[in-house]
């Protein structure tokens, strides 16, 4: 593409600029721009008019002796403000075994943009291939978080004893017709706060958001979209395609204004963020930003300049880079202090204790980085404790304020219900918080999310309704997504007309949501999992854009019963606690201190054998006002569970608070109304969970 210099009238007008902050910063008269790019040759600063343009309305060449200090590039532009759309074109050595990969044919994102334009002729491949890829890239805003009126919000800080997550995909939420949104509104921020109502109704506290960051919707496989955003290109971006307003900034207020109405309906927010790699790929990948500044910087590579990946997605970000290192706190710190956000997800985790050279660090620091910054105290701080490369570090992540999703939990929850033998003594380890794997640590049981599913495998009605994955859609001959499911089909392979696998599979679903929502620890649940959503058998729907990947509000009606079931469960875990109330003591304390008596089938007698499916427990709550009998049998024939003696429980009676083989609404009862168990014994049906109660009368 031709140059199109500044002339020299204008050229005196520029500002040397300063180094500090990096990004576009709006002052008075103008804005500062500053960017790392450590060996580079020479940078021009390219500014638009419109999103779609396929020129630059100006191209500003940075002097090297005016506009650099050390590794900086920087320069000051008068007559400019907030909406201005820029990029930036850098040169220098393409050495790829020395790291070396500068190309200043293609158009950069800004590493710090707060705002990212999408053109309508958007090209991946043209940043991929060679050539000028200008009229078809993404385009970074200039940006000025100080114009928005928060009205006095401010993140809510609940604490994890009193948070249930919601784990679910901002347009996947309202993009299917049948979510009552206007068209123009499914699938955007606007279109997630109409339904806020109905979040407060189920009772979550907290939304955990699959990615918002800015990402690449066409890294997918030919013919399909990128639809979970697992693709970023920008760590301070929101994503502009789920925001209605097509204003360069709308997505950016748009993104405020739901956070603060989430906020005042006392729903936290919750990022999944992807600080492991970016949508730049492997050696064959675009070149859309971190590649073209500085690639042996941001990327952990290998002595021959090739790409590490323990991400699973061609690169891994090097984390624990002091540059890369700055980068993702600034991010935390733009997320909590401009965008108001309550917490993160870290996607795959364990990376970021991955040393330069990809090797586990005992104490990385990235991690104590995030742990002691002083304006993340308080911040939800969730890891994926494993990462593509085989580390998992569940129960051993580094940090005093980080909590886990609980892989284990998710697996033999599963094996349990599924009735794999073996599995009686984890299955009763994971409803006391796992002190097996976190009581080391002499941390909260609230270190421990426990979980089921989450957006990555199957959905709950899936988990009870395929033996295997059917990932075909996806484009990869089902190659791709986790062979290993624990799921179990109920005996018919996908959807089935038999009532009798219907009835089983609604009792499945119930187990496993009675067994999330009650155990100690911190529950998370997915979206569509209380109205039993399915993805048609599709482990792996990263790239399905469509009623695959959407939350069909038909369901609301059709599985009415399993969604009040949530309802309730909530409403119990919230207002009555689990089996202990929250005490302020660790895992450990709470569970020394605590009344717990185990049984089987018969009082004091709890079998831990091989062979065994069934497990009671007696949990007095730490007032001792309360007490919960818990009975749970994974067998496939009911068995008589003798019951302790009423005479020494608190109003001298038991009541049936749940009963999962019982049709709704018996399945689950307020206390107030839940009917009295006279008798000495409870027959369990098969595959059932059950729950009694007792509460001392008011004097």
């Known amino acids: 593409m031709a140059m199109v210099p500044e002339k020299a009238g204008e050229l005196s007008l520029l500002g040397s600029g300063n180094t500090s902050p990096l990004g576009a910063t709006v002052f008075d008269g103008g804005v500062n721009f500053s960017v790392f790019a450590r060996d ?4 021009e600063l390219l500014l638009f008019d419109a999103v779609d343009d396929q020129l630059p309305s100006r191209v500003i060449v940075l002097d090297p002796r005016k506009n650099r200090t050390y590794h900086y590039w920087h320069v000051f532009v008068p007559g400019i403000g907030p909406g201005q759309l820029y990029g930036y074109r850098v040169s220098g050595p393409f050495i790829p075994q020395r790291g070396f990969r500068f190309d200043p044919e293609k158009l950069l994102l800004d590493p710090y943009g707060r705002a990212v334009v999408v053109p309508k002729g958007y090209d991946r491949g043209a940043a991929c291939l060679p050539g000028d890829n200008v009229g078809k890239a993404m385009k970074s805003v200039v940006a000025d978080p100080r114009g928005y009126d928060w009205e006095g919000d401010l993140p809510l800080k609940r604490p994890f004893s009193r948070t249930v997550i919601y784990e679910m995909h901002v347009a996947g939420f309202t993009k299917h017709p049948s979510s009552g949104v206007a068209p123009e509104k499914r ?6 706060m109409e339904k806020i109502p109905y979040l407060q109704e189920l009772g979550v506290t907290a939304v955990e958001l ?3 960051f800015q990402f690449d919707p066409n890294d997918a496989p030919l013919g399909l979209r990128n639809f979970w955003g697992y693709s970023p290109v920008s760590f301070f971006a929101p994503h502009a395609g789920y925001s209605s307003d097509p204003n360069p900034l709308g997505a950016l207020n748009e993104f405020r204004t739901m956070v603060k109405a989430l ?16 949508s730049e790929g492997d050696h064959k990948g675009p070149t859309f930003c971190y590649r073209g500044f500085a690639n042996d910087v941001y990327y952990t590579l290998s002595p021959d300049g090739n790409y590490m990946d323990y991400s699973g997605c061609g690169n891994t970000f090097n984390a624990n880079h002091h540059v890369v290192r700055r980068m993702i706190i600034d991010s935390l710190l733009y997320w909590v202090r401009e965008m108001h956000v309550d917490g993160f997800r870290f996607d795959l985790a364990s990376i970021l204790s991955r040393d330069l050279e990809g090797h586990p660090l005992k104490n990385p620091p990235i991690i104590w980085d995030i742990e002691s910054e002083p304006a993340l105290a308080g911040i939800k701080l969730i890891a994926e404790a494993w990462d593509a490369g085989g580390l998992y570090q569940v129960g051993s992540f580094i940090g005093d304020s980080w909590t886990e999703w609980n892989g284990e939990f998710r697996d033999d929850v599963r094996s349990f219900f599924k009735g794999d033998n073996g599995s009686v003594s984890r299955f009763a380890s994971r409803l006391l918080a796992s002190p097996d794997i976190y009581g080391h640590q002499e941390r909260e049981p609230e270190q421990s999310i426990n979980f089921v599913t989450c957006h990555d495998g199957f959905t709950l009605n899936d988990l009870v309704s395929y033996n295997r994955k059917h990932n075909e859609a996806n484009g990869e001959d089902n190659r791709d997504g986790a062979t290993f499911n624990v799921s179990w089909n109920c005996g018919v392979e996908g959807e089935s007309p038999d009532p009798a696998v219907e009835a089983l599979r609604n009792r499945q679903v119930k187990n496993f949501l009675a067994a999330t929502l009650l155990a100690l620890g911190t529950p998370m649940i997915l979206m569509g999992d209380e109205v039993r959503r399915t993805q048609k058998g599709n482990n792996n729907a990263y790239c ?5 990947g959407w939350f069909d509000w038909r369901l609301l009606e059709r599985h009415a019963d399993v969604h009040r079931f949530v309802q309730h469960l909530i409403h119990a875990r919230l207002m009555h606690g689990t089996s202990m109330e929250d005490l302020g003591l660790t895992l450990n304390q709470l569970l020394h201190q605590a009344r717990l008596e185990w049984h089987g089938v018969r009082l004091g007698s709890p079998d831990w054998s091989h062979e065994s499916h069934s497990i009671a427990l007696t949990a007095w709550s730490g007032t001792r006002n309360v007490v919960f009998h818990y009975m749970v049998n994974a067998y496939w024939k009911p068995l008589n569970f003798r019951l302790p003696s009423p005479k020494k429980l608190p109003g001298g009676v038991w ?9 709704s609404p018996d399945d689950i009862l307020p206390f107030q109304e839940a009917p009295e168990v006279p008798d000495k014994g409870y027959l369990v049906k098969e595959r059932s969970l059950v729950v009694l109660v007792a509460v001392a009368k008011e004097p």
């Open 40 to 43: 580079c040759t020479g940078i």
């Open 187 to 192: 699938g955007t921020y606007a279109g997630l």
């Open 210 to 212: 699959l990615p918002v």
């Open 263 to 278: 906020h005042r309906a006392g729903i936290e927010v919750i990022l999944d963020v992807v600080f492991n790699h970016t």
């Open 544 to 548: 399905q854009d469509n009623e695959i």
């Open 655 to 663: 009541h049936r608070f749940i009963d999962t083989s019982l049709v």
